[in-house]
C-alpha cells in the first residue's frame, strides 16, 4: 500500500508529487490511464508569466519561475524553458486596470516594468503597434514545454522511489464511509490509500461525481494556429496582444497563435476525449487576419499547421485546489487554461494543505483555491478587469 496515490501524471500531478518528496515523502503511486503528459500538459502553449490580477496566482506563477529557471539543474534535464521574456499591449480602455494590477504584481517581487512602443518595436520590428496605448515586460517570462517538463519531473520522482504507473485508468475512488481508502483500476485491482489526489483535469469530473462531489469544471475546446514567417524572427518575447486578444510566441521558428475572442475561441464541449483534431477554417481565417493586421512586417507567410486541445475551465477561470468532505481525499483540478506555469507552485500548495491544511507560500492563500468558495459565493477573481479580455488575467 502506498501512503499517497495521485490520480493523473499531467504536470500538476508530477508537481504535487515533486513538492511531497521535497518534504521527505516517497510512498506516492502515480496513475495514469494513458502516459505521463498525455493529457492537456503535453498540447499545452507552454506560456510562463506572472501578469495575474489575482494576487495568489501571481504569487503562484512567481514562485514557479525559480523552478523553471532551476530546473536544468535540479533535475538533469532540459525541460525546454525558453525565457524570452514576456510582452504585454493594451489599448486605452485598459490602461488603468493595467497599471494597478502592475503595482501589485511589483509589491510581490514580480519584475515588470511599464515599456514604450520603441521598445516594443525593437523587439518584434514586424509588429503594428500604433492601436496599442501602452504596453509592460516582464524579462524572467517565456514559454516552456509541458510534456518535456512534465517527463523530467517523472523521471526524478522515479530515481526517489515513487512509483508510475501507465495505462492504469481509475474506474472508482474507494471510501470507507467519510475517509478515502484506496482506487480501483478498470482491471478492479484495488489500489490503497490513505490519501487520493484526483489531479486528472476535466476527467476528474466523473470520478468524484459518484461520491457526490460537484465539480464546476466544463471541458473546452482551444485551438491554436502556426504561421511560418519565411524569415528569421530571432528569439523575440512572448507577446499577449490585448487588443486583438490573441497571444503568440516562435516554437522552432514558426509563430504559434492563440485566439481569445471571437470565432473559435474557447468551445464548450461534452466529453473531454471528443474533440476535431484541427482547426476549423473559420478559426483558421480569423486568425491569419488578426496576424496579418499585427504583423505587417512579415511578407510572405504561410499557414504551417493548426493544434488544438482541451482545458478544464471553472466559473471564476482558477484552479480548485482543496480538501473535500471525505477524510483523505483531495483535488487539484480545473487549470483553466494555466496551469503549466503555475503547476510547480500549484504542486507546493497542493501538498502543504494535505499535509498541514495551509501552505507558507509567500502572498499564497490557500482556502481560496477550496472546492467550496463558488457555493460560498466567493469565486477567485481579478479586482483589476481588464475590458474585453478572457478572465484569466
Ligand atoms: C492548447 C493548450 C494551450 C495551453 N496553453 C497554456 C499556456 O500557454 N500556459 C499555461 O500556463 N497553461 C496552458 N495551458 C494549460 C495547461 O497546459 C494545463 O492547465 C495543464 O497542463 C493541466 O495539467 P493537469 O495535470 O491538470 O492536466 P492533464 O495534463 O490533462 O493531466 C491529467 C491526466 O489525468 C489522466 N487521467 C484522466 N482520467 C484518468 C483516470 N480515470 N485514471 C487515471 N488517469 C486519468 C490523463 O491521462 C492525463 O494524463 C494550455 C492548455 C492547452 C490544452
Known sequence: MSDIVIIGAGVIGVA????????????????????????????????????????????????????????????????????????????????????ASLANQRSLGVDTREIGH??????????????????????????????????????????KGVTIRQGAKVTEIVVDGDKVTGVRLADGEVVPAGLVVVAAGAW??????????????????????LIDPAVDL??????????????????????LFGNSSGEGAMTPIDDPDVYP???????????????????????????????TGVIDTTPDNNPIVSATGYAGLFIAAGMSGHGFKIAPALGRLMADIMLDGDTTLPHVVAS??????????????????????????
Open 204 to 225: 476528474s469530473v466523473p470520478l468524484v461525481s459518484p461520491l457526490g462531489i460537484t465539480l464546476p469544471i466544463q471541458p473546452i475546446w482551444v485551438q491554436e494556429v
Open 118 to 159: 520603441d521598445e516594443v518595436a525593437a523587439m518584434w520590428p514586424t509588429a503594428y503597434l500604433d492601436d496599442f496605448a501602452t504596453f509592460c515586460f516582464e524579462p524572467r517570462g517565456g514559454y516552456g514545454d509541458g510534456y518535456a517538463t512534465a517527463q523530467a519531473l517523472a523521471t526524478s520522482l522515479k530515481a
Open 277 to 307: 483534431s484541427r482547426a476549423t477554417n473559420e478559426t483558421v481565417e480569423l486568425v491569419v487576419e488578426k496576424a496579418m493586421h499585427r504583423f505587417p512586417g512579415i511578407e510572405d507567410p504561410r499557414l504551417a499547421t493548426t493544434a
Open 234 to 255: 530571432g528569439a523575440p518575447p512572448v507577446f499577449s496582444d490585448l487588443v486583438s486578444k490573441q497571444y503568440v510566441h516562435l516554437r522552432g521558428g514558426e509563430m
Open 368 to 393: 481560496e483555491f477550496r472546492l467550496s468558495r463558488y457555493d460560498d459565493g466567493e469565486p477567485l477573481v481579478s479586482p483589476f478587469v481588464y475590458h474585453g479580455a478572457t478572465g484569466i488575467r
Open 16 to 99: 504535487t508529487a515533486h513538492a511531497l518528496t521535497a518534504r521527505g515523502i516517497t510512498d506516492i503511486t502515480i496513475l495514469d490511464r494513458d502516459s505521463v503528459g498525455s493529457g492537456g500538459t503535453g498540447k499545452s502553449a507552454g506560456i510562463v508569466r506572472c501578469h495575474y490580477g489575482v494576487t495568489s496566482v501571481a504569487a503562484l506563477a512567481l514562485a514557479s519561475l525559480e523552478f523553471f529557471e532551476n530546473a536544468e539543474a535540479e533535475l538533469g534535464q532540459d525541460i525546454g524553458f525558453e525565457q524570452v521574456g514576456y510582452l504585454v499591449g493594451v489599448g486605452p480602455e485598459n490602461v488603468e486596470p493595467f497599471r
